[in-house]
């Protein structure tokens, strides 16, 4: 078919001219043989300290629980999740899904086996890649950014309480970012003549200690060789990452207008805050800078996010809230809280249109927690939403034996939203009931 004049390819204007805020999927972005198919996007999304489980013949099960009752399509959402139930048809519960190797670990380790399932109850040395940045590694090459990387609290913190959520192929942990104003900059902000002389001094840095470890390998015995290739592999990456970013500074970011983001909050104003968190990964979805994000919403022990039910006037932190045994009014107010700006984030993807579909429709969203009752690492809360034309199928509970490994279901992703993927940490199959 030939192109006519007002046919438009929808990368040549993210590339060429840049786009606002609210551009709209315009149908001479698609025509005849030249049909771009959705991107794929993935969320992974986190909170700390599990969930309130009072017994099903309870007065307060459907008050304060976090699991439906019932499974199937059938199941009575607790009113805890009022927020997302509009959109019922379009999300799935998960329940009793875990890490095997970790469910007689310390719970406050979750954040940092969540999306890898490594057995790390020992040591740390076998942490691996997490699923975030698997499948980044299959639809993240066309973008600015491979993946997004975020969280409430910031940098890395320290093994077992960690502070990111995200782990590269050898099992390192990627500093995740909290800052509203700078996440803002980098992804659509002026690169300034300091970032572009960085990048190329760090090129001629890397150069060189790729040339002489490369002579000093030679010389060392075995172990020591493996070592050295062990580091060589990590500044590989880092030698792939400059890279990439000296390719993108010739390529005009995305125009943005920010008049309605307030990048001046910080999580002493924990609603606002992790609303504009929501907003920026929203929007790097919607301009095409990323298609794979990560957001810890607090970090366990992890200071002021601690304090973040002071949101709603509790005086005690989640902390404190999450190691209650009978009145779960209060961990159920703040767990309705952090589960309201979710179902706001899946709104929001949900209400931007990409050609015949939603935002929603093209994203995968993975959003729990390691622990629940009482910190114990089993029977995860977990919520999927979204990926209608990845092939995800929602409206229902899903409840599972302990002996199904969460990884299970990061195999399912992996093939539906990145590539194909045999295993993936210690999976046993796939999970086929989340596809339509």
């Known amino acids: 078919m030939k192109q006519k004049s007002w046919h438009l390819n929808r990368r040549t204007i993210l590339k060429s001219l840049g786009v606002t805020m609210a551009l709209p999927w315009l149908e001479c972005m698609s025509w005849g043989s030249d049909l771009e198919p959705p991107r794929n996007r993935f969320f992974a999304g986190f909170f700390a300290y599990g969930v309130p489980m009072p017994l099903d013949d309870a007065s307060d099960r459907l008050r304060n629980g976090w699991f439906p009752v019932g499974t199937g399509k059938n199941y009575v959402a607790p009113a805890m999740h009022e927020s997302i139930m509009p959109l019922r048809d379009k999300i799935t519960f998960l329940s009793g899904l875990s890490h095997p190797s970790m469910r007689s670990t310390s719970a406050h380790k979750g954040a940092d086996y969540f999306l890898t399932g490594a057995d790390i109850l020992k040591t740390y040395d076998k942490q691996t890649i997490s699923i975030d940045q698997h499948v980044a590694r299959s639809i993240g090459q066309d973008t600015r950014f491979e993946s997004m990387v975020l969280s409430s609290f910031g940098g890395v913190n320290r093994p077992y309480r960690s502070s990111t959520l995200s782990f590269d192929r050898a099992g390192r942990p990627i500093p ?36 002489e470890a490369r002579d000093l390998n030679l010389r060392l015995g075995a172990n020591d060789q493996r070592k050295m290739d062990e580091y060589l592999n990590s500044v590989r990456e880092l030698e792939k990452m400059t890279a990439r970013a000296v390719e993108w500074q010739s390529t005009p970011k995305s125009k943005v207008d920010a008049q309605h983001l307030d990048l001046s909050l910080n999580v002493t104003s924990p609603r606002e805050y992790l609303t ?6 929203a929007l790097a979805f919607q301009t095409d800078t990323t298609r794979v994000a990560s957001f810890q919403t607090a970090c366990e022990e992890g200071g002021l996010t601690d304090r973040f039910p002071s949101a709603l006037g509790l005086a005690n932190s989640s902390h404190k809230l999450s190691h209650e045994k009978k009145d779960y009014d209060d961990v159920a107010k703040y767990l309705s809280f952090l589960n309201e700006m979710h179902a706001n984030f899946i709104h929001k993807l949900d209400s931007i249109q990409e050609g015949d579909s939603t935002l929603l429709d093209n994203t995968l969203c993975f959003y729990g927690c390691a622990t629940s009752k009482t910190h114990q690492a089993t029977n995860y809360p977990i919520i999927l939403s979204g990926g209608k034309n990845m092939g995800f199928a929602h409206g229902s509970h899903l409840n599972y034996s302990d002996e199904i490994p969460l990884s299970n279901l990061f195999v399912t992703i992996s093939n539906q939203v990145g590539g194909p993927t045999e295993s993936f940490a210690d999976s046993t199959a796939d999970i086929s009931e989340v596809l339509g």
């Open 176 to 211: 995740a970012l909290n800052n509203p104003a700078e996440i803002f900059r980098r992804m659509f902000g002026v690169t300034t003549d300091t970032e572009r002389n960085a990048l190329a001094s760090r090129g001629s840095v890397i150069d060189e200690i790729l040339g």
């Open 276 to 281: 504009v968190m929501y907003d920026l990964m």
